[in-house]
């Protein structure tokens, strides 16, 4: 396999798409969520799903936060990690569970656990914010982008 991004120029091409992808992270993060859970579950979905791009973007996002490294570095195992409380552990399995169907349908557990915690609205911002980062990943992975060697401006 090789690692050259089979479309160099992706993100000048297609720009209508290109922006409506980018309003829906953007409504998604300025949502009841809040911008640290959801780039919780970005990153988690991202791990998942093997997108570097999309890990290092958010990992780095994480940190401008204020996120300590250490609780990021243990959010793949964040079942057994101490970093995360009840509200984004419910989010996170939630998520992984979205991120699985169609081949695992494993969310009735998942669902009951995030409705402990989270109103329909909550959960519907949730199940566009796993779309989109999921939509996310699947681009940056077919087309083979690579994370930049110095992150763009601002990002």
Same mark, same amino acid.
């Given at each position: 396999? $090789?690692? $050259?991004?089979?479309?160099?120029?992706?993100? $000048?091409?297609?720009?209508?798409?290109?922006?409506?992808?980018?309003?829906?992270?953007?409504?998604?993060?300025?949502?009841?969520?809040?911008?640290?859970? %959801?780039?919780?579950?970005?990153?988690?979905?991202?791990? %998942?799903?093997?997108?570097?791009?999309? %890990?290092?973007?958010?990992?780095?996002?994480?940190?401008?936060?204020?996120?300590?490294?250490?609780?990021?570095?243990?959010?793949?195992?964040?079942?057994?990690?101490?970093?995360?409380?009840?509200?984004?552990?419910?989010?996170?399995?939630?998520? @992984?569970?979205?991120?699985? =169907?169609?081949?695992?349908?494993? $969310?009735?557990?998942?669902?009951?656990?995030?409705?402990?915690?989270?109103?329909?609205? @909550?959960?519907?911002?949730?199940?566009?914010? %796993?779309?989109?980062?999921?939509?996310?990943?699947?681009?940056?992975?077919? =087309?083979?982008?690579?994370?930049? @060697?110095?992150?763009?401006?601002?990002?």
């Amino acid at each position: 396999m $090789t690692h $050259t991004a089979r479309i160099p120029a992706f993100f $000048t091409v297609a720009q209508a798409q290109l922006k409506s992808m980018v309003a829906l992270s953007m409504s998604v993060k300025n949502g009841v969520l809040g911008h640290r859970l %959801i780039e919780l579950i970005n990153l988690r979905v991202s791990q %998942i799903n093997g997108c570097g791009v999309c %890990i290092d973007m958010h990992w780095r996002d994480l940190i401008k936060q204020g996120a300590d490294p250490r609780h990021l570095n243990s959010i793949a195992g964040w079942r057994e990690s101490p970093f995360f409380n009840e509200r984004e552990r419910a989010a996170l399995g939630w998520a @992984e569970a979205v991120n699985a =169907l169609p081949q695992k349908d494993d $969310t009735d557990a998942a669902f009951r656990e995030v409705k402990e915690h989270f109103n329909d609205e @909550e959960i519907a911002q949730m199940g566009y914010a %796993i779309s989109v980062i999921k939509g996310w990943n699947m681009l940056n992975l077919s =087309l083979r982008n690579q994370i930049p @060697e110095v992150p763009p401006p601002g990002m």
